[in-house]
């Protein structure tokens, strides 16, 4: 069949959303003169202006989100207006089958296998039963039913794009406020959306210092604005180190995309802002709490981009099964942080 509009349903928030991106670039090199629309909560959406491998981000507000007539409704339209030829829903939750259920005559109504999606999905992909692969290739795993139709061009890589114009202006605005480019800038994401996420506070100094007084780094502080208090009080903390900087603010994805792409290094918590680093193409060491399985969220693994969990301190699993939570996040030691993160500085901070 030609294959002329296709629609990718994420939602969710700003890592899961990168972690997806493969799946429109792979359908672009696959089907170059196909629609490709991508659906996305509205506040993330400007990650993707001028994604060349997506033609429209389709948003739905909070509003509509927490009201579900209005949500129904907002669905109704989109399908309406559109005649499908590939539904690709990464989610399969309740609400999301109601782009399939507005659309049963689409030939390619494609979700993750659920007990509930038989009637709405024709294709149903166990893709999350394995955890020794990454997420990237969970999510690419859903375009195994188009290979009748095409051969599939499969591209694990995921980018976002930032214009030359929105990261001169980020850079001349990060000058202003002190950063010297004549010497290294690290992005360090101290905190993280949800707080059992965040690595021991004195750990994170005792890196940072050591970051600081080996490679001379310039580090800015990456934080939302929920988290701005805690990010200022890990600061002061430090004796408001001239070589950390607070004062340097991305009020918005694309803001951060700027910074990000201006920064040789990232290093921190796990979490989007991690994700956003590797799709800018800088080298990144994170951080993963307990929980988190690096194996899945630690896409395309080298030198360039590579993290510590718990598992890497302690492969016993009777062992950790043993431990509470914190314990388990304890293994994690300065180290043993330390250890790698020190190659990849030595190599990517020159």
């Not at 629309?37 to 033609?55: Q, T």
């Not at 004195?202 to 805690?230: A, D, G, P, R």
């Not at 694309?254 to 080298?283: K, M, S, W, Y």
Request: charged residues 25%.
């Amino acid at each position: 069949m030609n294959i002329k509009k296709i629609i990718v349903i994420r939602f969710r928030r700003v890592g899961d959303s990168v972690l997806s991106i493969p799946i429109c670039s792979s359908l672009r090199k696959t089907f170059p003169n196909a629609q490709i629309d991508y659906v996305l909560n509205a506040n993330i959406a400007s990650l993707y202006d001028g994604h060349p491998d997506i033609d429209h981000v389709i948003t739905f507000e909070d509003e509509v989100n927490k009201h579900f007539f209005k949500y129904i409704y907002r669905v109704w339209k989109v399908m309406r207006a559109n005649k499908y030829d590939v539904i690709i829903d990464t989610r399969s939750t309740v609400r999301t089958l109601l782009f399939s259920l507005f659309s049963l005559l689409t030939p390619y109504r494609i979700g993750t296998k659920k007990s509930y999606n038989l009637f709405f999905h024709n294709y149903r992909i166990d893709n999350h039963s394995d955890n020794s692969i990454d997420m990237v290739q969970h999510n690419l795993m859903l375009l195994k039913p188009l290979e009748k139709e095409a051969d599939v061009h499969y591209c694990a890589d995921f980018k976002l794009y930032t214009s030359e114009k929105e990261k001169q202006d980020f850079r001349s605005y990060m000058e202003v406020q002190g950063i010297d480019f004549s010497r290294p800038v690290v992005l360090a994401m101290v905190t993280a959306r949800l707080a059992h996420k965040v690595w021991n506070k004195e750990k994170m100094k005792e890196v940072l210092c050591k970051m600081i007084y080996k490679y001379h780094t310039q580090v800015i502080f990456n934080y939302v604005s929920n988290e701005e208090e805690f990010a200022v009080a890990f600061h002061r903390d430090m004796n408001y180190d001239k070589n950390i900087f607070t004062n340097i603010k991305a009020n918005s994805l694309r803001d951060l995309c700027a910074l990000t792409a201006n920064c040789d290094f990232f290093f921190g918590n796990e979490g989007g802002p991690r994700h956003i680093a590797q799709a800018l193409n800088v080298p990144s060491y994170a951080i993963y709490p307990p929980g988190i399985l690096k194996s899945v969220w630690l896409p395309i693994v080298g030198d360039r981009y590579l993290g510590i969990s718990p598992d890497d301190c302690c492969s016993d699993e009777q062992q950790q099964a043993g431990m509470d939570y914190h314990q388990r996040f304890n293994l994690i030691t300065v180290d043993k942080v330390w250890n790698r993160l020190d190659l990849m500085l030595a190599k990517y901070l020159r």
